[in-house]
């Protein structure tokens, strides 16, 4: 990960920044009779003659010039857009390309990427990635299910030469959301990220200010949409034997379908949540609740579009129906609609702590976002959320503005709740950020009320009001024995809201990364917290940063945490044997209120490009776990999963469960406006 670029985001997700249009640059579309040959071998005297073509590349966070070249070519017919790339690589023996499937995540390889809006408005981009090996990640605008019948593929071919590598791709229309058929100006950008590196560069430099230089794809004839009015099942089943359940036996069942040519509709009834993996939390001491990411394909769909601090569908542990719609209203406004019903689960009513109730009954959980981009430089958002059982009922409002003047963002959000228990609660924040080529600064005032209590968000901190101040820089070169260096800097004052000192803090790191790839990140953390004097610091040593593949880390930390004296470490490293079995190890041990530790040994074997074997040990203190899986997923087709024992249990069980997926498509479709 690029700390510069994540302290430059901290605080907010949805910051565009824009300047006139006039500085954008234009390419004229080009509609060709006889498309290329996708085979990662760029002919341009016979396949991309007199398609137009780009050069350079620049620094997304600091806007340096890439140390190395590349071209870009765009074409387009009725059917594909068709892009090429050609990039300069003095050291072709340091690119990384692991990944050989497709539609997975690229991070860890040297990638080129093509991203496009086809409404023009810089607020919805579908991007597609391509690595040397021609693997292939897609990312469409609004989030989709990583499943190919739902979210469809790109061809994409590439090769690794003596002076870099190229690539070649076709691109369906289809894919995208498409607005009305006709001539547009389309806003695109191409990218590449050198690994070794670990950085990325654009064609055209949109950050501090930029984003209206994003280039423009001048007087492209969209083709109509084909509005996919099928409505495409995934029905499972699994069956099995577990030591505590005994005979097994469950079946479900998920869908999608088009409601118009910008509108989705997925649907989820009796989900399988049982057989997914989820993300184990480290054993880091936190006063405060740590919330593990979502992993479950349901509420991935259309993430973009009902995402909202008001949501985090981890707070929702199951349901019996689901219903997530999600798309476009207008080229400048979307939406997202969540809800999922639970018609036989537990309540309880509790009074000051205790239980005085309890009963079985339903549970519904709604959500709902509208966004709306007023111009390139400001948008707002609105949001909802509810949540109803037989004791407790639970809303929840959301409205958010940001406005961009060049490298300034200004950033105001106001949250209000009402709860059976609690009653009104309210949160405001205001925010001004500053970035500008590495140096950033970022401030912000928030007030959160001791009633305020989103049952559906993750707010696990309340009742305090104050200011927090940061300032980061960042610094990369191009040449000579560093990479980059940084710095962050932040102070936080806060008191409660209700009166009465709360805490006050500073924390800071400095980071840097060698020419070779290891990296090192040190750090403090102070804090007064109410009675107690907090300090933490921290050693993280990585090699080589940026390859998920293979690398090694060690992190030490020690200090003082709520009055207990405290120490952390703990060292991770992955290898990759014949690109096709991948290990990972990582043990933390931990003395806070006694000895603890945590080991997470994983392996994956790729048979071929979507059968696999898996399987994870996790050792948590004295408790011991481990699965093995054979799946056959990822492609077109049925899916089936055989798992031994339990992925998420505290202990080993004896479970043995098969699992199929059958994919079902009724219905066919017809074209859009």
């Not at 695109?188 to 050198?194: H, K, Q």
């Not at 928030?446 to 610094?475: D, H, I, M, Q, S």
């Amino acid at each position: 990960m690029h700390f510069g670029s994540r302290f430059a985001t901290l605080g907010f997700g949805l910051a565009i920044t824009a300047t006139s249009l006039a500085q954008a640059p234009a390419t004229d579309a080009v509609k060709v009779d006889k498309p290329p040959t996708i085979d990662g071998v760029i002919d341009e005297a016979a396949e991309w003659t007199n398609v137009p073509s780009v050069s350079g590349l620049f620094d997304v966070d600091d806007g340096q010039s890439s140390p190395e070249g590349a071209q870009f070519w765009l074409a387009y017919d009725d059917e594909f857009i068709y892009i090429a790339a050609r990039v300069a690589d003095s050291d072709p023996k340091q690119i990384r390309a692991t990944e050989y499937r497709t539609n997975v995540g690229l991070f860890g390889n040297d990638t080129i990427e093509f991203s496009l809006d086809p409404t023009g408005s810089l607020s919805d981009f579908n991007r597609f990635q391509i690595n040397p090996r021609g693997a292939t990640s897609i990312n469409l605008a609004g989030g989709r299910a990583a499943k190919r019948e739902w979210t469809g593929e790109i061809l994409a071919k590439g090769r690794i030469t003596d002076k870099g590598w190229e690539a070649e791709a076709r691109i369906p229309w289809q894919l995208m959301k498409l607005p009305s058929a006709g001539k547009r100006d389309l806003r695109f950008n191409f990218g590449r990220r050198i690994a070794r590196m670990s950085r990325f560069f654009n064609y055209t430099y949109t950050g501090s200010g930029n984003q209206g230089n994003t280039p423009i794809w001048r007087g492209v004839l969209v083709p109509k949409a084909y509005v996919d009015r099928s409505v495409k099942l995934l029905p499972y089943t699994y069956l099995g034997y577990d030591q505590e359940d005994k005979g097994l036996f469950n079946a479900g069942l998920d869908l999608k379908t088009s409601l118009t040519d910008q509108l989705q509709l997925v649907g989820s009834i009796n989900p399988d949540f049982r057989n997914i993996e989820n993300q184990i939390l480290s054993l880091d001491a936190s006063r405060f609740e740590r919330l593990a990411r979502e992993t479950r394909p349901f509420f991935l769909e259309g993430q973009e579009y009902l995402g909202s601090a008001l949501l985090a569908t981890q707070r929702i542990p199951s349901f019996d129906v689901g219903v997530n719609t999600y798309g476009r209203i207008t080229d400048k406004t979307n939406f997202g609609l969540l809800n999922a019903l639970d018609l036989d689960t537990f309540h309880q009513r509790r009074v000051n702590g205790n239980v005085v109730a309890s009963e079985r009954g339903t549970r519904n959980n709604f959500a709902g976002t509208v966004s709306h981009q007023i111009d390139v430089n400001s948008g707002v958002r609105a949001a909802v959320t509810s949540l109803n059982t037989p004791y407790r009922k639970n809303d929840a409002y959301l409205v958010r503005y940001y406005r961009d003047i060049g490298p300034w963002n200004v950033f105001y959000r106001d949250m209000g709740t009402k709860d059976t228990d609690r009653g009104y609660g309210r949160n405001s924040r205001s925010e001004v950020n500053y970035y500008n080529r590495g140096l950033g600064f970022s401030a912000d005032y928030t007030y959160v009320a001791p009633e305020f209590n989103p049952a559906l968000g993750f707010f696990p901190e309340v009742n305090y009001k104050g200011w927090r101040a940061e300032n980061y820089y960042n610094r990369t070169y191009n040449k000579g024995p560093w990479n980059d260096w940084g710095y962050n800097l932040g102070y936080n004052m806060y008191d409660r809201a209700n009166g009465g000192f709360y805490r006050r803090g500073a924390n800071g790191a400095v980071f840097f990364t060698l020419r070779g790839g290891l990296a090192a990140i040190n750090g403090f953390d102070v804090q007064q917290f109410l009675q107690d004097k907090d300090y933490l610091y921290f050693h993280n040593v990585v090699f080589p940063r940026g390859n998920p593949y293979r690398n090694v880390s060690l992190n030490y930390s020690w200090g003082r945490q709520q009055s207990e004296s405290y120490r952390s470490l703990s060292l991770n490293g992955a290898y990759r044997l014949w690109n096709r079995l991948q290990l990972s190890a990582n043990y933390q041990v931990q003395q806070f209120r006694g000895y603890d530790d945590l080991a997470i040994i994983g392996g994956s074997y790729d048979l071929d490009a979507d059968r696999a074997i898996s399987g994870r040990l996790v050792k948590q203190g004295s408790d011991l776990n481990a699965y093995v899986s054979l799946r056959k997923s990822g492609n077109r087709g049925a899916e089936y999963f055989l798992i031994l024992g339990d992925p998420n249990a505290r202990t080993f069980r004896s479970s043995l469960v098969l699992k199929a997926v059958f994919p079902l498509e009724l219905g066919g479709r017809r074209k859009g406006k």
